[in-house]
């Protein structure tokens, strides 16, 4: 993974995230981080799905909660946390393919939250890439201790 | 569990609750099925967490959102399916404690679109039970083939 | 309107209701306040209407955001203030009638954001009620000066 | 106001802008047309405000509503009209300057449905412009009778 951050954060963000063992249940891997941008990629696995057998919604929700709060992790000061307020998604496509690509950014980091925003793709089998879902939301940073 | 629902449709319920590999993946059960109405309780698992320990919010989702499916299938004909359209969580407390507990139920069915909300709520160590979450959405009956 | 709020804190809300010129415009009225609710009654205007000849969803939405943000400032220390962070609505039912009655509540109110759900009713022709928007969202207090 | 859309497709949808009388009550004006996309302007009128004296969430919410609902008109079949089935907002920063500008856009045309997004920016006093809300939501096409 390539990150613009400054190596201390990004140490923090990848700490974090192998702390979410939900990431680790999904296969979940941290494919991107700049200042306020997050990529998570993951697989469709057979224990993340739906009764259609496509990818459940709690799997697409989770990459793109976690890639829209460490998007905004990415921007505060070190040691600090971020919770999830609030989020909304909108589903546009099946959650199928080889594998979803969740991409959170910042949209307004504020003094007490930070409104966010995810998309998450799925990577076709035949190699196209098609937007599965939207996310917008609110991170409440926790300073730190 | 008990349930309310003519037979075929409980069993159609149950069968597709099954065929959700996530739900079992977080050792998910169906607890409750009444008209426009769905209960599941499932565990706080080690494998579907975040970073402090707690709950992960994609699992709170999953629940919320599969309960708030079943309460809007429970109304439709035999053979329908329903999918997640668009859903908006608001999260209330940390979800932590033996095991959580989504309820889902129809706010307004309509020939298009059923209009639904879950509460999902925390059994703490000590018996207490508080509320976690809070979801609204929408879910798009597939009719039967 | 009766009121069980505490004197000084249901004054507080009247005066700035009175300042909300939207509500003014819109010939909304305070009907209830009891802590954690709010009710907001409005007839509907020639003058804020869609295409259709119904209320518009911004009517509506106005009257919830309001409803919802009053509910939160009852059960604030009073010189309190409240702004929306975010807010979903889901509208179930065109907004025609004699009325529009807005009913605002607290969910769950914490030490840094407010948890508020609102219910909008038409008071339809003949008399009759139905609920024809469902919202759900986040009040940030702003603590007194 | 420019287009790029078929000359009856933007006939038709100024004619339904002319016929939402809120938009007139709040000075709203069509700026802008194009295929998936619209933008309207409006003043901030002392007649749309809230309690500290700016623009109130209703009125964010109205511009940037109907913004959305137009950017997925002009996508339809001629004829056709859509309404909002849901939309949630977050508000980004207060509502005060010379004008709002709200544009909407298409995120995805389904069969059934059309998820729609919407940015509502403030034109300030000394003319730059901050973006104050940002809406994400889903409208429903009504065919052609």
């Given amino acids: ?3 613009t951050l400054p190596p201390a954060v990004a140490e923090a963000i990848r700490a974090s995230f192998v702390r979410q063992t939900l990431m680790q249940n999904f296969g979940a891997q941290l494919t991107g981080l700049a200042p306020g941008h997050c ?3 993951a697989p469709i696995l057979p224990t993340a799905l739906q009764q259609h057998g496509h990818g459940h919604a709690g799997l697409t929700f989770a990459l793109g909660d976690s890639a829209a ?3 905004a992790l990415g921007i ?4 600090s946390e971020v919770m999830t307020v609030e989020m909304k998604i909108n589903l546009l496509a ?5 594998a979803l ?3 959170g950014k910042v949209i307004r980091a504020g003094r007490r939250l930070t409104v966010v ?3 998450v793709a799925a990577l076709r089998e035949d190699g196209s890439t ?3 879902a939207l996310l917008q939301g609110t991170m409440i940073p926790v300073p730190p201790a």
């Fill in 101 to 103: 690509i969740a991409t």
């Fill in 94 to 98: 099946p959650a199928r393919g080889k």
């Fill in 130 to 132: 098609v937007e599965i």
């Fill in 69 to 71: 709060g460490y998007a």
């Fill in 1 to 3: 993974m390539t990150t």
């Fill in 117 to 119: 925003q995810a998309s």
């Fill in 39 to 41: 990529e998570i990629t």
């Fill in 76 to 79: 505060l000061p070190e040691g």
